[in-house]
């Protein structure tokens, strides 16, 4: 009886564990989220600023400008990749 008990309450924290974990999990994936939001309400701004004649183009158009919109564009695109398989895991 007593190694039945001692098995129960294992699983029980480990149970407890795996709650914890996945909800530190969905709170970076939620973090990530946010900070998606936010970068791509301003790449939408440059690009509605841009289609207006408000911004020349050719402010992003040098060789720096452009390597730097490919980098935030990947890293987003991984940063976005990563919470999507945080929230898949949560179900």
Do not use: E, P
């Amino acid at each position: 009886m007593a190694v039945h008990n001692y098995f129960q309450f294992k699983l029980a924290s480990l149970t407890v564990s795996w709650v914890n974990c996945m909800r530190k999990l969905v709170r970076l994936s939620v973090a990530i989220g946010g900070f998606l939001i936010v970068t791509s309400i301003i790449l939408t701004g440059a690009v509605f600023l841009i289609f207006l004649n408000i911004i020349d183009i050719s402010v992003f158009a040098d060789q720096a400008s452009m390597a730097l919109l490919t980098l935030v564009f990947i890293a987003i695109g991984i940063l976005d990749f990563i919470a999507g398989i945080i929230l898949l895991l949560k179900r």
